[in-house]
């Protein structure tokens, strides 16, 4: 695979469809700069300002995008609202289609047979895979991104985090828990 | 497949050599504990080999174009009306003629798995346990037909039959024309497999004139 | 189980490729591994279902990139081993290593014809009534087990007529899993193409599939 994707990114540079420093620089983007942290900064928002909350869930792409976040794979955003009765997990079954602007690029997993065949089907299953069981009443919903809209999972704000300040909160914040996979940290969780 | 070179073919040449080794290690092993005999598996060999195929299948299909009465008899029930002609057993308990008529065509398929009347037509061939043939013989029949050169009327209905039981299904293409006063072993000629299974039309007259 | 094997109505496998005169067998190792499957179902205490399941039961990225052979032997191996006829180990000796476990019946080559005749009727006797007839409307039920079924996906849901009632037949549902025969009434179903693959499909073709009574819930 290396030899080939060497060997045609090397064509196309050469042909002048593509230019090396853009490439660069889109790896760069993807590696360093876009990442879960975006998506963090959202939810500890959420979690301190009733106001902010209240946009973010009627218009999601425009309260993020007020953060400096949206773009590619970010155009359409909907925050998804985990209450104690209601917990959300967000798929793709047909490919991988994720929210990039507030996650960075999806992990192996979100991608896998395992995960898009049985998230629909056998979330509670898929809980189990990632050590969290729910309460056996609490709804699940799975959203399965098969258009445009990209989802994020707001999750619950962990008890024993009365007046922390938005930046130590969101270190509580997880990549899993803005995908329905995991909860966010307690506070005892952190170094 | 030609695209990848030398990379694939020693690859899949040394896959097949584990296979290979594997089951010779696995007979080998059954052997000594006896729970297989030997003489047994080759006899099974032999027979699926060269004594059960489709033969035997052209020759019900042969006596039913000659003889209306067996006709009649195969089409309501199978499995009697074939064990006459001497064949019958494992799998092929419960066998079902499915009559082409120039309206109707038949096509027998199992995408579950390779379900097929072996006392009849022997064993599978590897197309009809594939991928593409399960996938697409109950979709698009006439996309397949086409895959075999076989295009036909636009009104003719087509009805696949899926195999997902023990039934299992031998289709009776129409005699050809031109083959009045044939007889049974002649007209057995005409019958192919494939005209069993319903993705193509037996053979005609001027087929085998040569 | 919704696994590999459930193929049909899939896409993207490509043309149906027939190989002008096939030999029956591609392989010397084709023929041990069907001889053997054949031979060890009365020394393995296995039925037919049992089988397909050990078949059909596992990812499908493997299953779509086996060969034919190499599912029956993949499935005659776990099946061996399952049942603790062979060991991997004794496998990777190409040997035997320990003593044979005891069992009811091995095919000898005397039996060899006998038992291809006899093969193995599934049709049982029953005191109860096929609860369908000819013409009633039945819809498949939208079942998704992880275990041996024999309704495809690619009906399920969906309204069609009652064909033929075939019979009482043992039940692959239990029968792969032992629970035993549980014979069942077994019907031909026939769904119209376009109530299976939409109003913009092909309206000359019809499918039908065996379904056993458990699949089936009556409709209008």
């Not at chain 2, 299948?57 to 499995?79: C, E, M, N, Q």
Request: with cysteine; glycine share 8%; proline share 8%.
């Amino acid at each position: 695979m290396q030899l080939r994707t060497r060997a045609l990114e090397t064509i196309l540079i050469e042909k002048g469809y593509v230019e090396q420093a853009a490439i660069d620089q889109l790896i760069e983007t993807y590696e360093k700069k876009i990442g879960p942290r975006n998506g963090a900064q959202v939810v500890a928002k959420a979690w301190v300002d009733p106001k902010f909350r209240q946009w973010l869930f009627e218009d999601g792409t425009a309260a993020i995008g007020s953060l400096g976040f949206g773009g590619r794979s970010g155009n359409h955003l909907v925050a998804l609202e985990n209450t104690a009765s209601v917990h959300n997990m967000v798929v793709c079954t047909l490919c991988s289609c994720y929210p990039w602007a507030v996650l960075g690029l999806p992990p192996l997993w979100y991608k896998s047979a395992p995960y898009r065949s049985r998230a629909v089907a056998d979330p509670r299953g898929v809980l189990r895979d990632f050590g969290m069981e729910l309460p056996k009443d609490t709804e699940i919903r799975i959203w399965d991104s098969t258009a445009e809209l990209r989802y994020l999972v707001v999750p619950m704000r962990p008890a024993g985090t009365e007046g922390w300040s938005e930046g130590k909160l969101v270190e509580l914040v997880t990549r899993d828990s803005m995908i329905g996979t995991g909860r966010p940290k307690h506070p005892g969780e952190l170094p | 497949m030609s695209g990848q070179g030398h990379d694939h073919h020693d690859h899949e040449h040394s896959e097949l050599s584990e296979t290979q080794l594997r089951v010779r290690a696995l007979e080998t092993v059954l052997t000594e504990k006896g729970y297989v005999d030997p003489a047994a598996l080759d006899l099974l060999i032999e027979t699926y080999e060269k004594k059960v195929g489709p033969r035997n299948g052209a020759r019900v299909v042969a006596r039913a174009w000659i003889d209306p009465a067996y006709r009649a008899r195969l089409l309501k029930d199978g499995t009697p009306a074939i064990a006459e002609i001497g064949y019958a057993g494992r799998p092929g308990e419960h066998i079902v003629a499915l009559e082409n008529t120039p309206k109707l065509h038949n096509m027998v398929v199992c995408t579950l798995c390779s379900c097929y009347p072996w006392p009849v037509l022997g064993l599978p061939p590897v197309w009809y346990k594939s991928a593409p043939y399960r996938s697409r013989a109950v979709a698009d029949p006439r996309g397949v037909l086409a895959d075999f050169g076989v295009t036909l009327p636009k009104d003719t209905e087509i009805r696949i039959w899926d195999s997902t039981s023990e039934m299992r299904y031998l289709v009776l293409p129409m005699r050809p024309a031109g083959t009045e006063g044939w007889s049974e072993e002649k007209l057995a000629e005409l019958v192919t497999r494939d005209s069993m299974i319903g993705t193509a039309l037996p053979k005609s007259p001027k087929d085998i004139a040569k | 189980m919704n696994g590999g094997q459930d193929l049909g109505g899939t896409h993207g496998h490509g043309p149906v490729k027939p190989e002008p005169n096939e030999p029956v067998f591609h392989d010397e190792w084709e023929k041990r591994a069907c001889a053997l499957t054949l031979a060890m179902s009365a020394p393995g205490g296995w039925n037919l279902d049992m089988v397909r399941f050990a078949r059909e039961n596992r990812p499908p990225r493997e299953y779509l990139s086996m060969t034919y052979y190499q599912i029956w032997f993949a499935a005659l191996e776990r099946m061996t081993k399952e049942r603790g006829l062979v060991s991997d180990d004794e496998i990777e000796a190409g040997h035997s290593l320990y003593p044979p476990k005891p069992v009811r019946r091995v095919l000898s080559p005397g039996d060899v014809a006998k038992t291809l005749h006899r093969g193995g009727p599934t049709e049982r006797d029953t005191n109860t009534k096929p609860v369908f007839a000819v013409g009633d409307k039945v819809r498949a039920k939208n079942i998704n087990p992880l275990t041996h079924t024999r309704l495809p996906r690619y009906v399920r849901g969906h309204v069609g007529t009652i064909e033929r009632v075939v019979g009482c037949h043992v039940f692959p549902d239990s029968n792969a899993h032992g629970g035993g025969e549980n014979p069942q009434w077994l019907y031909t179903v026939r769904f119209d193409g376009r109530e299976l693959w939409g109003a913009d499909s092909d309206a000359t073709i019809k499918v039908s599939v065996d379904a056993w009574e458990p699949y089936l819930s009556p409709t209008t």
